[in-house]
């Protein structure tokens, strides 16, 4: 995999582009599964955060019919599963 992010906002087009892909053809339809399975953001990079999913869900909000809400609810949704995988790992 390459990195994706060394900065938080550096290539940023980039991973949104790819995110409306999953959407659009790989029938991405939840924000954890389109930054962990498709894009692999937390293997990618430590730059990972409320501010990048956000922007990632809102991508994909329009593609399914997200109200501004369930947007709110794939966030939270999304950190709490990042906040497992960094407290996993640093047990592991």
Do not use: F, N, Q
Not at 3 to 20: F, N, S, V
Not at 24 to 31: F, K, P, S, V
Not at 80 to 92: C, E, N, W
């Amino acid at each position: 995999l390459r990195p994706i992010l060394t900065t938080p906002d550096e290539h940023c087009g980039d991973l949104l582009a790819e995110a409306a892909y999953a959407v659009d053809r790989e029938m991405g339809i939840a924000l954890v599964d389109v930054m962990t399975r498709r894009l692999h953001t937390h293997l990618r990079s430590r730059h990972v955060d409320e501010k990048l999913a956000r922007s990632v869900a809102e991508v994909m909000a329009p593609r399914l019919g997200w109200s501004p809400t369930r947007v709110d609810e794939e966030v939270r949704t999304y950190l709490a599963a990042l906040a497992r995988s960094r407290v996993s790992a640093t047990v592991d």
